[in-house]
């Protein structure tokens, strides 16, 4: 393929690199289902058992196991689950006893508010403090911000929640507790996307709208914090590089200001990096989410998978992890993909 | 005098044997640790960490990290309990002492299995080339795309709670980071003309692999594997906060958080103070492994 598309017009190199990159996630997501496969055959759980009950009649019990394509050999059992899977059929949860795609659908939302919210806040903030450490490299503010970042990648995130629930909410009374609403206001506004905050706003109920906001900032802001950890330390690396060029010392030669010259002609060079290292740390945040959800008893995937394992219901957390994953692949490869089209050099290369 | 020329010994630019070599390489190393604050920091944590694991019994002064005494239970840090004591009245001193075997025990675990798999897998790869390394090098980006606390709850589900199981689980994710270092290093010492001298010699290619290629991708592969640790550290913790790493009665920081959350607001100390040690521990790692790169690759740093 790289002799192809490198000689080819532009829009023949485009289509070769969408077509690599489809072909790289259907791999991988192949791989992501051997896994889960193979997990699912790991486990002791028997998944007639888990279909059918514990109190089926034999018959029943044969019935199923040849439902599931248990008698076949085991590449044929994946690609029966394979399939399966490719058509939506995750399985039906023990614990709801409604089906996992069903159940994912439902709670994907409230993660997906989550972790988009604490994406912004990481991003508003990191972005102009990695440029900042960078300006003033070796500086306080430097330190300061090498040290917020330093404690973002140690502190862990179960206990920050805990310790932010203890501060903000049982001391200082800023924001509510845990859940996404408090039960005076649960299940009043019509469910349009499952996010709670556009919801509210569609039907102009501002009371919700505030309520669902003071549930969310503390989660969102302990979220995005690792996220700002991250992206302000990428940043900062980024910009070190470009500021060290020989075109900043021209830009500056021709009188711009300092400050001219880092945001208009240093940091536009680093957005295409910028945005994979963005799109990464979304990605991270989706499964971070898992403890943080845990701690702020947040309706999301990440609780729902929590819950399902304590349940012994394999179908539940394997859709769960499979959603996760698959989320998580795509968002990798798309953020890489936008780099490689994106960024000149890599263009013509 | 004698120090003077033992320091002389070890600097010379032309050492006359292989030891000379050797410990001057460490020599210099060792220095440039010692002179840099950062990895100091974090060397003094880390041994901390060890000190306390292995001395924990002595620390504890007798005191039995799952002894029960309802008496006292959830009682707010004392002379006789510094820490305070848990909701079965169990000193959180001495469990926090304890604690600390059970997260080196992790961390051990984790680099014995991820290291020798990450070397073998990356440096068959980068010495090779071709369809081997193809195929190799697709297997580790496939497990490099996974979700790593997501699949190691996967895996701890299917596999049952448990140190062990939360070692594999842990293990599979973090396996490629250092397949793709070793690859990109060996790549490098592949091309170099003291590997063409040594072929030339009729050494076998396991040989070469493994007395050549090995030993030149450690030094990166160590580094990693520092600032990994916190990383580890973490998912351990948060595995254990779920319930599905240690099992009580055993004293894991992550379970022990977990056993505070519910007294979280009266009585705060029962959460706070194993974060805490998690926190430093996962501290000190992340600081020795930015001093270690500065001194094993200044390059990278910035």
Same mark, same amino acid.
């Given at each position: 393929m790289p002799n192809s598309t490198r000689s080819g017009s532009p829009l023949l190199r485009f289509a070769g690199r969408v077509v690599s990159f489809l072909l790289t996630l259907a791999i991988t997501f192949v791989g992501l289902t051997a896994v889960t496969f193979f997990i699912s055959r790991l486990t002791k759980i028997d998944p007639v058992l888990a279909v059918v009950g514990d109190k089926a009649t034999q018959a029943a019990?044969?019935?199923?196991y040849l439902a599931l394509g248990l008698d076949q050999p085991l590449p044929m059992q994946y690609l029966i689950y394979l399939r399966r899977l490719l058509s939506g059929d995750f399985g039906v949860s023990v614990l709801t006893a409604r089906p996992v795609l069903t159940d994912l659908l439902r709670v994907f939302p409230a993660t997906f508010?989550? @972790?988009?919210?604490?994406?912004?806040?990481?991003?508003?903030?990191?972005?102009? @403090?990695?440029?900042?450490?960078?300006?003033?490299?070796?500086?306080?503010?430097?330190?300061?911000?090498?040290v917020i970042g330093l404690f973002g990648y140690s502190v862990p995130v179960f206990w920050l929640g805990l310790v932010g629930l203890f501060v903000f909410y049982g001391k200082l009374g800023w924001v509510s507790g845990p859940g996404r609403l408090d039960i005076f206001y649960q299940d009043i506004v019509t469910r349009?996307?499952?996010?709670?905050l556009t919801d509210s706003a569609i039907e102009g109920n501002w009371e919700i709208f505030a309520?669902?906001?003071?549930?969310?900032?503390?989660?969102?802001?302990?979220?995005?914090?690792?996220?700002?950890?991250?992206? @302000?330390?990428?940043?900062?690396?980024?910009?070190?590089?470009?500021?060290s060029q020989e075109y900043i010392t021209a830009a500056r030669i021709k009188g711009n200001s300092y400050w001219r010259t880092v945001w208009f002609h240093a940091f536009p060079n680093i957005m295409v990096p910028l945005?994979?290292?963005?799109?990464?740390?979304?990605?991270?945040?989706?499964?971070?989410?898992?403890?943080?959800?845990?701690?702020?008893?947040?309706?999301?995937?990440?609780?729902?998978?929590?819950?399902?394992?304590?349940?012994?219901?394999?179908?539940?957390?394997?859709?769960?992890?499979?959603?996760?994953? @698959?989320?998580?692949?795509?968002?990798?490869?798309?953020?890489?993909?936008?780099?490689?089209?994106?960024?000149?050099?890599?263009?013509?290369? | 005098m004698a120090s003077q020329s033992l320091r002389q010994w070890l600097l010379t630019d032309a050492p006359a044997s292989r030891r000379q070599a050797v410990l001057g390489g460490t020599y210099r190393g060792l220095t440039s640790i010692l002179r840099n604050p950062t990895a100091m920091a974090g060397l003094v944590i880390v041994t901390i960490l060890v000190l306390m694991a292995i001395f924990a019994p002595l620390f504890a002064m007798g005191k039995d990290p799952i002894a029960q005494d309802l008496a006292v239970r959830l009682a707010a840090p004392s002379a006789e309990h510094w820490f305070g004591t848990d909701e079965l009245g169990r000193d959180i001193f001495a469990?926090?002492?304890?604690?600390?075997?059970?997260?080196?025990?992790?961390?051990?675990?984790? =680099?014995?299995?991820?290291? &020798?798999?990450?070397?073998?897998?990356?440096?068959?790869?980068?010495?090779?080339?071709?369809?081997?390394?193809?195929?190799?090098?697709?297997?580790?980006?496939?497990?490099?795309?996974?979700?790593?606390?997501v699949l190691a709850l996967a895996f701890a589900a299917a596999l049952g709670p448990g140190i062990e199981n939360a070692v594999i689980a842990i =293990?599979?994710?973090? $396996? &490629?980071?250092?397949?793709?270092?070793?690859?990109?290093?060996?790549?490098?010492?592949?091309? =170099?003309?003291?590997?063409?001298?040594?072929?030339?010699?009729?050494?076998?290619?396991?040989?070469?692999?493994?007395?050549?290629?090995? &030993?030149?991708?450690?030094?990166s592969v160590i580094v990693r594997l520092t600032l990994d640790m916190a990383g580890i550290i973490l998912t351990a913790a948060g595995l254990g906060f779920l319930g599905l790493g240690a099992q009580p009665p055993t004293a894991e920081w992550g379970a022990m958080v977990s056993s505070g959350r519910d007294?979280?607001?009266?009585? $705060?100390?029962?959460?706070?103070?194993?974060?805490?040690?998690?926190?430093?521990?996962?501290?000190?790692?992340?600081?020795?492994?930015?001093?270690?790169?500065?001194?094993?690759?200044?390059?990278?740093?910035?």
């Open positions: 019990y044969d019935a199923a508010e989550l @972790a988009t919210i604490a994406t912004l806040l990481g991003v508003a903030i990191g972005v102009p @403090a990695g440029v900042l450490a960078a300006a003033r490299k070796g500086r306080l503010a430097d330190h300061v911000i090498r349009r996307t499952g996010v709670i309520n669902a906001f003071s549930h969310l900032i503390l989660p969102a802001s302990i979220l995005g914090y690792f996220s700002l950890a991250y992206i @302000a330390r990428m940043t900062r690396s980024f910009m070190i590089d470009q500021l945005v994979t290292v963005i799109g990464l740390s979304y990605a991270t945040l989706l499964e971070g989410a898992v403890l943080t959800e845990t701690v702020f008893a947040w309706p999301g995937l990440g609780l729902y998978i929590t819950r399902a394992l304590f349940n012994s219901d394999m179908n539940a957390v394997l859709g769960g992890t499979i959603l996760v994953g @698959a989320v998580f692949i795509t968002i990798n490869l798309v953020s890489d993909l936008l780099y490689r089209l994106f960024d000149p050099r890599l263009r013509t290369s | 469990r926090t002492l304890y604690g600390a075997q059970v997260t080196l025990t992790i961390v051990a675990l984790v =680099s014995v299995v991820v290291v &020798p798999i990450g070397l073998a897998v990356g440096t068959v790869a980068g010495y090779f080339g071709g369809w081997v390394d193809a195929v190799l090098m697709r297997i580790t980006d496939i497990f490099l795309a996974f979700p790593r606390l =293990s599979l994710t973090a $396996w &490629p980071a250092y397949a793709r270092i070793a690859r990109s290093e060996t790549m490098a010492i592949a091309q =170099s003309d003291f590997i063409q001298s040594v072929v030339l010699q009729g050494a076998s290619t396991w040989r070469i692999l493994f007395r050549h290629v090995v &030993p030149l991708c450690l030094s007294v979280i607001l009266d009585q $705060w100390w029962v959460a706070t103070i194993p974060g805490v040690a998690i926190f430093i521990v996962s501290l000190g790692f992340n600081l020795l492994g930015d001093g270690l790169r500065d001194v094993f690759d200044p390059k990278a740093s910035s």
